[in-house]
């Protein structure tokens, strides 16, 4: 069989993982340029992460082969789909098709994608088709899966299918796929149809494995903790970066040995809090999760060192597990006494007469923030650091647990609750909590809009930033009501939709967009706009349709002042007679 798309003939040479340990020692004194690291794995999902929460779809495009016909359409969008409409015979190499390109720097090496559709149309020299191709859109050579009406059903007894197609190990290159017409040339797909489509496929989630040889590195190392006698709470700076990597994921910090930090030092707004595992491969929903510069300003405590000369390694690692010792050297801490007598006794005095002067006074730390309040405190929250929720049940209770350096829990101490709305350049403190004995903490947050919420901790009074804190992102779909009548008319009847956008809505409103589903697909008739309230109403005539229709409203995100994702209506249906 002919293929049913446009070819390429041009190819890129598959690109195999690299496992072999890399080890440049380029040391100059304290410094330690790209130390040991071998190359690292990491995945991105699509539409649909492994908790059920949705995905956004980075990476995927959409294009046609040949010249489809009136109706045939194709959406990157998730749901992603590609579509060849029966309203037209459609010719051999015409398509609607998907395609995948990994993110610069990383080589797409396998994966699954769960797909389902139907290439049972066909006609005389032609057949509909569904086509997975990797690593490049080359019939029939690149071809991974196949399901033709030529070459009878793709299930028992249907051609219809619903499968996860596993990519080739070492796959390289990108992947595609798509619903078209294939066959002699000079013939079409004009039989078959069904829901008004010779053929279609729709991708419902994709996790692709990746491949990525990039070496974290740092510079600009400095701050207190390096000075000569460094003493408490010292100031540790550095500028982490993974060029050509999926961003820095963690910088970790240990003296002697000992772990005395480790952190994501920027969450990049939740894209870079992994959404699940596979393997030892971190999942993430961007092309670029992490950021691949960020500055970090880190506070180590010191004072539970002895005084002297001490080693201090510092690591950075990328969101897909490559890591570089970016500084091995020594430092020197020196506390200050706490049991100075002050200057002895002089000519005309006795001690026995005269007590002994107070001890000098020291720089206070302010008040202690809970029982064993520490600067290297831990806290952890009890839910995910990532989730999709509805503004109707946008509100959480947030459990977690603070600790401090040593593991101890830190009781009786308060807790700051932030919140920074999507768009709103700063967080703003909304609630509070208040640990326990035990060191958990139950937080309650009002419902709201797309946005980061934060729990932290100041471990003393007159601290100015906070010692630890964890975060979630939450992703908040706008609520939309729908409601039409009458629910039955004539074929040439008129019917009112109206509903209500909840939530805060802007002074001016929010567009909504309503939509009917015709010939296979949901097609938008009218965009009209809440008043202040979030009320919208809008009329739609029928023109001779007879059947049943279902109608649905839709709001977008990024509309100016409506911090929300986006939210669809349930279903309703109008039957004509």
């Known amino acids: 069989m002919n293929t049913m798309m446009n070819k390429q003939t041009k190819r890129i040479p598959r690109r195999a993982l690299a496992l072999a340990l890399t080890s440049t020692l380029v040391l100059a004194g304290g410094w330690l340029a790209a130390s040991s690291a071998q190359a690292g794995l990491w995945m991105q999902d699509t539409c649909l992460n492994p908790n059920q929460s949705p995905a956004p779809s980075e990476g995927w495009s959409q294009f046609a082969s040949g010249a489809p016909g009136y109706g045939s359409v194709g959406s990157a969008r998730c749901p992603m789909f590609g579509l060849l409409s029966s309203a037209a015979a459609e010719a051999n190499g015409n398509g609607e098709n998907l395609r995948y390109q990994p993110p610069a720097g990383s080589t797409l090496i396998g994966g699954s994608v769960d797909a389902s559709g139907y290439a049972g149309g066909g006609g005389t020299g032609a057949s509909a088709t569904v086509e997975a191709y990797a690593p490049e859109f080359v019939y029939p050579g690149d ?44 013939y079409s797909c004009d039989s078959g149809e069904s829901d008004g489509a010779w053929s279609d496929v729709e991708v419902h989630w994709a996790d692709f494995l990746l491949a990525n040889e990039a070496t974290p590195n740092g510079s600009a190392i400095g701050g207190t903790l390096l000075s000569p006698n460094a003493e408490g709470t010292a100031e540790l700076t550095l500028t982490a970066t993974d060029p050509g990597g999926p961003g820095v994921y963690l910088v970790t910090v240990q003296i002697d040995g000992k772990t005395v930090y480790s952190g994501t030092p920027n969450n990049n707004s939740g894209k870079c809090v992994p959404v699940g595992s596979s393997g030892s491969a971190l999942m993430f929903d961007y092309s670029q999760p992490c950021p691949t510069s960020e500055s970090d300003d880190l506070p180590i405590n010191t004072t539970s060192l002895a005084n002297g000369q001490h080693t201090l390694k510092i690591l950075v690692q990328d969101a897909a597990g490559n890591s570089a010792v970016v500084y ?112 958990t903490f139950l937080a309650t947050v009002p419902g709201g809009p797309t946005r980061i919420i934060e729990v932290a901790y100041r471990a003393f009074s007159t601290d100015t930033s906070y010692a630890a804190s ?84 839709r709001v977008f995100s990024g509309q100016t002042g409506f911090p929300f994702d986006s939210g669809k209506s349930r279903k309703v249906d109008v039957t004509t007679r």
């Not at 509903?499 to 010939?519: D, Q, T």
């Open 328 to 439: 091995d050297g020594t430092i020197s801490t020196k506390q200050p006494s706490n049991n100075s007598r002050g200057a002895q006794p002089g000519p005309g005095t006795t001690t026995s007469s005269s007590p002994p002067p107070p001890p000098p006074s020291t720089t206070t730390t302010g008040v202690p923030n809970g029982t064993q309040a520490s600067q290297t405190a831990q806290l952890t929250l009890g839910l995910k650091h990532r989730m999709n929720r509805t503004y109707t049940h946008s509100a959480l209770r947030v459990t977690g647990r603070l600790l401090n350096g040593e593991g101890q829990p830190i009781a009786d101490a308060t807790l700051d609750v932030l919140q920074q709305i999507n768009g709103s350049p700063n967080p703003s403190v909304i609630a509070r909590a208040h640990t326990n004995t035990g060191g």
């Open 143 to 186: 071809v991974i899966y196949q399901c033709a009406e030529a070459d009878g059903t793709c299930s028992p007894g249907s051609y219809s299918f619903s499968t996860v197609i596993s990519l080739p190990a070492d796959t390289g290159g990108d992947f595609y796929i798509g619903a078209g017409c294939g066959g002699t040339p000079g």
């Open 470 to 553: 964890a975060a979630i992102l939450e992703t908040v779909s706008a609520s939309v009501t729908l409601e039409v009548t009458p629910r039955r008319t004539n074929s040439e009847g008129t019917i009112t939709l109206s509903g209500r956008v909840l939530g805060p809505i802007p002074a001016r409103g929010v567009h909504v967009e309503l939509l009917v589903h015709y010939r296979g697909r949901w097609e938008p008739f009218r965009t009209p706009q809440t008043d202040s309230r979030g009320f919208f109403e809008a009329e739609y005539k029928f023109e001779g349709g007879i059947g049943r229709f279902p109608f649905r409203a």
